[in-house]
């Protein structure tokens, strides 16, 4: 097996691992409760399939130069996205030990809108 299908078999198996977990988070209804983590769970599905095409075009030279380029651009901003979802993630599960922060008071209700936190006390 060559390094190439190697690496795409484990894209691939990635691909089906973070599929078992968005169905995993859809029947438990975990989005409406984690909006954050269903959001980050949702974008990595929807983006993943067109990363693989594209990394795929790439490797056997499908149109090289659109699929370097837009490789680059939606893998970045992919991972801009995913940064932003997993810090209010991170912020909302530690949100209980900061709120005597005034700084994080002000931007709790702005991206938590309706979460347990963000209500005045």
């Known amino acids: 097996m060559s390094l190439q299908t190697a690496i795409f078999l484990m894209d691939v198996a990635e691909f089906i691992l973070w599929s078992v977990l968005g169905l995993l988070v859809w029947k438990k209804q975990l989005h409406h409760r984690f909006p954050a983590i269903g959001g980050y769970v949702a974008l990595r599905l929807a983006s993943m399939p067109a990363l693989l095409v594209l990394l795929h075009g790439q490797m056997h030279h499908w149109?090289?130069?659109?699929?370097?380029?837009?490789?680059?651009?939606?893998?970045?901003?992919?991972?801009?996205?995913?940064?932003?979802?997993?810090f209010l993630s991170a912020s909302r599960s530690f949100a209980p030990y900061f709120?005597?922060?005034?700084?994080?008071?002000?931007?709790?209700?702005?991206?938590?809108?309706?979460?347990?936190?963000?209500q005045p006390s």
């Open 63 to 86: 149109l090289t130069s659109f699929c370097t380029a837009a490789y680059f651009y939606l893998y970045w901003a992919v991972y801009i996205a995913s940064a932003v979802l997993l």
């Open 99 to 118: 709120r005597h922060f005034l700084a994080y008071k002000d931007w709790g209700p702005w991206s938590f809108a309706g979460s347990p936190w963000s």
